[in-house]
Every structure is written in structure tokens, then in C-alpha cells.
């Protein structure tokens, strides 16, 4: 189904970036912790997507 690796390595940051700070707010630990770390976590989740919409858009690279 994937045979691009792109692909594979944005379900890859999804998985292991995204996905922890997305239950860092689920979990209510956010209420727990400094505002900064909140701040972080939610860059994190931004950036994270953003990078892994930039690997699953990206083209194929030449062989």
C-alpha cells in the first residue's frame, strides 16, 4: 500500500510525535505542568503535523 518511503516516515511522525503531545491535552496533564510546557507541547503538535503533511505531499524522490 505504501511503497513511498515519504509516506511511511510521516505516519512514522504522526505516530511518535504528534500523537503523545495530542494525549499530553487529552490526558489533562496540560493543568499539571508550567503554561510554558503547554506552549511547547502545542508547537510540537503543530510542527509535527506540518512536517509530516510536508512528507506525505512531498514528491518522490528521483532514483
Known sequence: MLNDRNKQ???L???FIVAPGIHFFLSG?????PAL???LVG???VLGAGL???FWMRDKPEK
Open 37 to 39: 510546557r503547554g506552549y
Open 13 to 15: 511522525m504522526i505516530l
Open 52 to 54: 509530516a503533511l510536508w
Open 9 to 11: 516516515f510521516a505516519i
Open 43 to 45: 508547537a510540537q503538535i
Open 29 to 33: 496533564e496540560n493543568h499539571l505542568v
